[in-house]
Every structure is written in structure tokens, then in C-alpha cells.
């Protein structure tokens, strides 16, 4: 095969632009699904951006949606993609007991779209193609940890139920019509590009607008909530590993050790050495109707037929966002000086 060529959805999201970079790294020419929006969304891709004109680019954007499946077959049959990552998603938990109904839609139903595009693709075509779907750990649950591959599944949010859906859609996929599709079962992993409204991202961005005096106090909901946080930027080279064995399978992606909110909290202001208790006060307009308390992912599998790992720890992963937000705070605070405001994003209760 001369030239391999990749379909993304969701390419606009965190992994989306961490994945990007890898496969054009690995000489992929890159399809992504982007959708239209009253403001820029490719931010996180801007730098990878190539003009339309260039001839021989590996960078193709294309307008789409997961709740459109006409388009998904229109832009398969360009792409004539050999691997799929459909990491599309509707992926925020608490946002998802608010907009039930279009969080399946996404989740669930994108992921029957993309996987019926797909199948039809190959059949029309003749070439094979291999997809990832983007799970989830939410899909474990209230199941006590260590989670792996055999723990089985209890969402407790409908982004959850959602995920648990797009994942047996793929098994099905595979046992009845030989789709090499992995799924892969991701715990939470952050970055210095994760929303600024899931909490990781909330508490670093709030820290570096603490340290430039451009804000005093910061609401959290559940403390005690337990997780195993991982760096996007290693989670992504797992995905594209599974897309390259010899048969396809299921992956816990993770790395193995859970922290709570509230030690979250404490590294990110230790980090600038600042006492959190004087900042942060709970508000319950965070909490979730029914929450995830602990996850921990068992990464056995992964390790022996991936040879993958996490190679960003916890202190490491807290550091390098709060690095980024203090920087991205200090520009801040030199545009309100000139005049100008820079968003903070967010609606209240998420
Ligand atoms: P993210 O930053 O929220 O990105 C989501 C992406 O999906 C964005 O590009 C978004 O486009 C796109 N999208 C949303 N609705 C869509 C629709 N209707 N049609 C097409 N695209 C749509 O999420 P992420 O953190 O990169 O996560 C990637 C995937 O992994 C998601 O499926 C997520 O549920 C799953 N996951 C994430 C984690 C994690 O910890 N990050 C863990 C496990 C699983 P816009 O930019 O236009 O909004
Ligand atoms: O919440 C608690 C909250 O929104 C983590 C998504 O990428 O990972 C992510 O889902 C924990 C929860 O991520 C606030 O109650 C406290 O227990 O950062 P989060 P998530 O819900 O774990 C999974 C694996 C995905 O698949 C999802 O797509 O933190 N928490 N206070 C808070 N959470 C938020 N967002 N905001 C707070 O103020």
C-alpha cells in the first residue's frame, strides 16, 4: 500500500488534534469531519492546517455530522479511507443528563451511521478498512475497580448508556460481518487542549488566572470523585497501535493509578505554590444526578499485546497544564491590560 490514508471524526477535539499529528507524522494523508460553526473550531488544528489549493496535501477537511448519515457515506467514498477513528462525540458527562436524546443521537446513533457507511463502503468497493471506536470508561461505571477488559458494564449517565451502545454496534459489527473494528476503552486523559469545561482543565485554567490576578475563587462539584488520568498525547499512539495488529480487539487504555478531584486540586495549586483552601469552594449545581466514583483502569492487555503504556505520570501531566495556563493567563492579563477580553468559556452548572 503506497499511500495510507485515514478518516477522523471528531478531529477538531483534543485527541482529534493529538491523533492528527501522529498519523501525519507516520506519512498518513488525513480526512477529517468538521462541523460548521458560527466561530472557528479548528483551533486545536490550525497549526496543521494546508491551503486547498496545495497540490499532494495530507491535511482534507470536510463538512460533516454524525447525525447526518448521507454525508458520512459522501465523505467515505472521497476519503477511500483504509482506517476510520470515529472519536466524534457529544463527550461531556454532565452535559449528556441535560441533552439526553442528542447524546445518544451522536454517540449511539453516529456510531451506527459511521459503521453502516462503512460496511457498505467496503462492499461497494472491494477495500478493506478498519475502525476504532472511541469508548469509554464511563461504560464500567459504578463497577468496582480495577476496570479491564471482562469488568462489566454499568453506565450511570446517558453519555455512558450512549458509549455502551457504540461499543456492542462495533462487537456486532465484527461478529457478523468480519469488520476489523477495535474498540477502545479510554480512561480520562487531559491535556493542555482539554475543554476548559471538564474539571482538569477547569482547575489549571483556574490556577493560572489566580496566580494573573484575573480571578478569585473557583467552584467545583464532588471532590471525591476518583480517577485515572493519562496524558491525550499518549492515549492517541495506542489507538493507531490496535489499528495494526493482526486481529482486532477491546483495550483498556489507562494508566493504572486513580487520584481524586480534591488531589487534583492540591498538586495544580502546589504547582504554583498557592494554598487551594483559600480559592476553591464546592457548589452542588456540579454535582451529577448519579456519578462515576472511581475508575482505575487494569491495563494488562494493553501492555502484553500493544506493548503500550502511559509515559506521562500524574505530577507530570498537573504540571505541563498548569505551564500552559499560566502562560495562556499572562496574555490574558496583557490583552485586558490593551483593552481587548479573551473568552472564558463555560455555561454555569457544567
Ligand atoms: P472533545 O474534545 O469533546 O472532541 C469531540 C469532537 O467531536 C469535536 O471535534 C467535536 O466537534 C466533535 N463532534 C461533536 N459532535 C459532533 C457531531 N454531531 N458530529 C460530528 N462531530 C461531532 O473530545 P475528546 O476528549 O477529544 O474525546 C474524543 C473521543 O473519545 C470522544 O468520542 C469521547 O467521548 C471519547 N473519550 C474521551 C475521553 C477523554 O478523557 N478525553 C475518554 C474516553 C473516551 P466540535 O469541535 O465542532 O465541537
Ligand atoms: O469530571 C468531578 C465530576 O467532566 C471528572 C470525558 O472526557 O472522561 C470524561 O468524563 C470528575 C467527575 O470528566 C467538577 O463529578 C467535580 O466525577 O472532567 P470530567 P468525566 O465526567 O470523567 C470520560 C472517560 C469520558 O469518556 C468523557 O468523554 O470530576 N467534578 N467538580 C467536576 N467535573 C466537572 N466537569 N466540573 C466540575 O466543576
Partial sequence: MDQKRALVTGITGQDGSYLLELLLSQ?????G????????????????????????????????????????????DRAQPHEVYNLGAQSHVKVSFEEPEYTADVVAMGALRMLQAVLDYREKSGQDVRVYQAGSSEMFGSSPPPQGADTPFHPRSPYGVSKVAAHWYGVNAREAYGLFLCN?????????????????????????????????????????????????????????????????????????????VRD??????????LEWEKYVEVDPGYFR??????????????????????????????????????????????????????????????
Fill in 27 to 31: 506519512g498518513y494523508e488525513v480526512h
Fill in 33 to 76: 469531519i468538521i462541523r460548521r460553526s458560527s466561530v472557528f473550531t479548528t483551533d486545536r488544528i490550525d497549526h496543521l492546517y494546508e491551503d486547498p489549493h496545495e497540490v499532494g496535501r495530507k491535511v482534507i477537511l470536510h463538512y460533516g455530522d454524525l447525525t447526518d448519515s448521507a454525508v458520512l457515506r459522501r465523505v467515505i
Fill in 184 to 260: 477502545g476503552i479510554l480512561f480520562n486523559h487531559e491535556s493542555p487542549r482539554r475543554g476548559e469545561t471538564f474539571v482538569t482543565r477547569k482547575i489549571t485554567r483556574a490556577v493560572g488566572r489566580i496566580v494573573e490576578g484575573l480571578q478569585t475563587k473557583l467552584f467545583l462539584g464532588n471532590l471525591e470523585a476518583k480517577r485515572d488520568w493519562g496524558f491525550a498525547g499518549d492515549y492517541v499512539k495506542a489507538m493507531q497501535l490496535m489499528l495494526q495488529q493482526d486481529e482486532p480487539g477491546d483495550y483498556v487504555v489507562a494508566t493504572g493509578t486513580c487520584h481524586s
Fill in 264 to 273: 487534583f486540586v492540591e498538586e495544580a495549586f502546589g504547582c504554583v505554590d
Fill in 289 to 350: 444526578p448519579s456519578e462515576v466514583h472511581v475508575l482505575q483502569g487494569d491495563t494488562t492487555l494493553c501492555w502484553e499485546r500493544l506493548g503500550w503504556k502511559a509515559e506521562v505520570d500524574f505530577p507530570n501531566l498537573v504540571r505541563m497544564m498548569v505551564d500552559y495556563d499560566v502562560t495562556l493567563a499572562r496574555q490574558e492579563g496583557i490583552m485586558r491590560t490593551a483593552g481587548h477580553h479573551m473568552a472564558v468559556r463555560g455555561a454555569a452548572s457544567i
